[in-house]
């Protein structure tokens, strides 16, 4: 009886730490630990190009073409950030003027090159393609990790969502999240400089720059 009175507690102990090391399963997809502060919630920028052939005679585009492929600029809302390229089998340069013509009054430039696309233009026509990109985060919202138990060292799963899905929304130009943008090298450090010195050599503010007139607090 002594012997069997000494196994118990041990049983005891033995399986209160049993229950102590089966803590959360980690291969839970929903208990996956991100240690860091980069958000798994990530813009996605994805591109879809739309064609129009035209047709071409004497070396450019007719007028009446012209005014089939404004059309179609106005149902896409051609808008900034689009890019428009052609594809001409004759490489005329001409067909790539009256296209760029229009592109301007859009306030767009023709971009080199042209993306591949399903098949040829066929014979007597040119291709313009507008290559749109749009932004998002489709893992948004993330509540991967809303019955994520306590003790678990993790940033959220949500954690970004709303930062990324805004910057996503209100990029003007969606493909400088994938390429960024370059700083302006132009300038004119004289004009900047000018500025400058015109506000150091004024005088006082009040009365249009002048010096402000000192005035007597005293009586009459």
């Known amino acids: 009886m002594v012997r069997f009175r000494n196994i118990l507690p041990v049983l005891l102990i033995g399986s209160s730490l049993a229950g102590c090391a089966t ?79 229009l592109a301007a009054a859009y306030g767009l430039l023709l971009s080199d090159g042209a993306p591949v696309t399903a098949g040829p233009a066929r014979p007597g026509s040119a291709r313009v ?45 969606p493909e400088d999240l994938i390429l960024g943008r370059g700083g302006e090298s132009g300038g004119d450090p004289d004009l900047a400089a000018k500025a400058v010195k015109s506000y150091r050599d004024a005088g006082q503010t009040g009365g249009g720059g002048k010096t402000i007139k000192a005035e007597s607090t005293g009586g009459k």
């Open 129 to 173: 393609v507008v290559r749109r990109s749009t932004a998002s985060v489709p893992t948004c919202p993330n509540w991967r990790q809303s019955g994520l138990p306590t003790g678990i060292e993790s940033t959220e799963s949500y954690y970004g969502c709303a930062t990324n899905s805004n910057i996503a929304a209100m990029v003007a130009n």
């Open 23 to 101: 803590g959360p399963n980690m291969t839970n997809p929903a208990w996956y630990s991100n240690r860091g502060y980069y958000s798994e919630n990530q813009p996605v920028v994805q591109r879809t190009n739309y064609t129009l052939d035209v047709s071409t005679a004497g070396g450019g585009v007719p007028n009446y073409e012209i005014g089939r492929l404004s059309d179609w600029f106005d149902t896409l809302q051609l808008r900034y950030g689009d890019r428009i390229y052609v594809e001409d089998p004759t490489g005329s340069a001409r067909v790539r003027a009256d296209v760029a013509r």
